[in-house]
């Protein structure tokens, strides 16, 4: 088990929001209402959160890449931080349309980026007015904000996880369209039908985001592990089929006389049990000669 309800209960995951603000489809989730307000069933989101990791897991294990997303100011920090822990890209700052239906468009900005980056390194900013400067560099600091967190996602990530799906339907939708899966935290304001993962819990406390994340991290944390133990398990089976070719290449002149003395030892008894069929034939044609007749031979005579 990745959470407890005890510890989803004391970070306050079982808030939900106004009773008149709610959404139908988050029913099966809701376990009363108290005061005016919805109170999540924290027995069904250790499930959810136990199935989420795991699957998270194995998407990392398989060597792919997991967003993280959440715009929001309460989960800005705390997501930056757990997915810069476990190296996955991440947005908190502002969600640009088409990220993911775009995305050759957003490589060629972070591009640009590095592309400023060299230029500086090579001193190029020495030849230019000290306005074009002052433009690049403000350009600089605007990507780097925006795309600086998944300046090292080369190619669309497998996995999107969001905090507030309510917040970022943009980005969920961009998902849905690519038939990327999509993780969710969902509150009982939000729609969980375009999440593939739903986990239903509170989305405005940062304590509540940080034990979900703490739990899903620590799930990616072991299928990174997992990865490493199976690619070093690869590596020494390759390099010992190395050794064992190296050896068997050393000896090739050995095993192909051998195998040249086997071949002519059975070429000979070949030729001898041949020549003994022979042999064996000829004998037995003889016997079957009739013997001549002396009366005969006196008469031809």
């Not at 800005?76 to 993911?100: C, S």
């Not at 970022?168 to 593939?196: C, K, M, Q, W, Y």
Request: hydrophobic share 40%; net charge neutral; charged share 35%.
């Amino acid at each position: 088990m990745r959470t407890t309800f005890d510890q989803l209960l004391e970070a306050g995951c079982h808030f939900g929001h106004l009773k008149r603000k709610w959404n139908p489809a988050m029913a099966p989730y809701i376990y009363m209402e108290r005061n005016g307000i919805h109170i999540i069933d924290l027995n069904k989101t250790v499930i959810k959160i136990d199935e989420a990791a795991e699957a998270l897991k194995n998407i990392v294990k398989s060597g792919r890449k997991v967003l993280f997303v959440s715009t929001k100011k309460q989960g800005q920090e705390i997501v930056a931080q757990k997915a810069q822990e476990v190296g996955m890209p991440f947005v908190t700052e502002r969600w640009m349309g088409g990220m993911l239906t775009n995305f050759p468009t957003i490589r060629k900005a972070v591009k640009k980026m590095s592309n400023i980056d060299k230029m500086m390194n090579e001193g190029t900013f020495d030849n230019i007015s000290k306005r074009e400067r002052l433009q690049i560099t403000r350009q600089r600091e605007k990507l780097e904000k925006n795309l600086g967190s998944i300046s090292d996602l080369t190619r669309l990530p497998s996995a999107l996880f969001v905090v507030d799906v309510m917040k970022e339907h943009i980005a969920v939708a961009e998902a849905n369209r690519l038939g990327i899966p999509v993780f969710g935290i969902v509150d009982t304001n939000s729609n969980p039908n375009n999440v593939d993962f739903v986990i239903p819990a509170n989305d405005d406390a940062t304590k509540s985001i940080e034990v979900i994340l703490d739990a899903v991290c620590g799930a990616i944390k072991e299928g990174l592990e997992e990865r490493k133990v199976e690619k070093a398990d690869e590596e020494a089976a390759a390099a010992q089929v190395e050794s064992e070719n190296s050896e068997k290449a050393e000896k090739p002149r050995e095993g192909g006389r051998r195998q040249r003395v086997r071949r002519s030892s059975e070429k000979k008894e070949a030729e001898k049990v041949a020549e003994a069929a022979v042999e064996e034939k000829k004998e037995v044609a003889e016997e079957q000669t009739p013997a001549a007749d002396p009366a005969q031979e006196e008469k031809a005579e």
